[in-house]
């Protein structure tokens, strides 16, 4: 098994539930995630084009490998709606060993 620092939860956010599950969907079946966590009807408040706005969104939790990152961004860049989506990377430093090693198994290198 790697490193525990080898891992990545990335975070992105979705205008909907059908982008957000074609989103999840296209990472775990091309094995770039392992895992992704739903989270629906989170409010955002942001500045863009000079205003501050607010909209519904729905949060994505990828669990992958960093080695996986710039596929994942890739997807994410041809399949999101957003001129700009969000894509921010926290290393996971450390896990529950099989996890980490089911993480392994699961994600294609």
Do not use: F
């Not at 966590?37 to 000079?50: L, R």
């Not at 990152?69 to 700009?84: N, R, S």
């Amino acid at each position: 098994m790697k490193k525990d620092t080898d891992y990545q939860l990335l975070i992105t956010t979705c205008p909907n539930s059908e982008v957000a599950n074609k989103l999840a969907h296209t990472l775990v079946k091309n094995q770039l995630a392992a895992c992704v966590n739903i989270i629906p009807q989170i409010q955002s408040v942001y500045e863009w084009e000079g205003k501050v706005t607010s909209d519904a969104e729905i949060l994505l939790l990828i669990k992958t490998r960093r080695e996986r990152y710039a596929a994942i961004e890739e997807t994410l860049l041809q399949q999101h709606p957003y001129d700009v989506p969000e894509l921010i990377v926290l290393p996971i430093e450390t896990g529950l060993p099989s996890y980490l090693a089911w993480l392994d198994n699961v994600v294609s290198q």
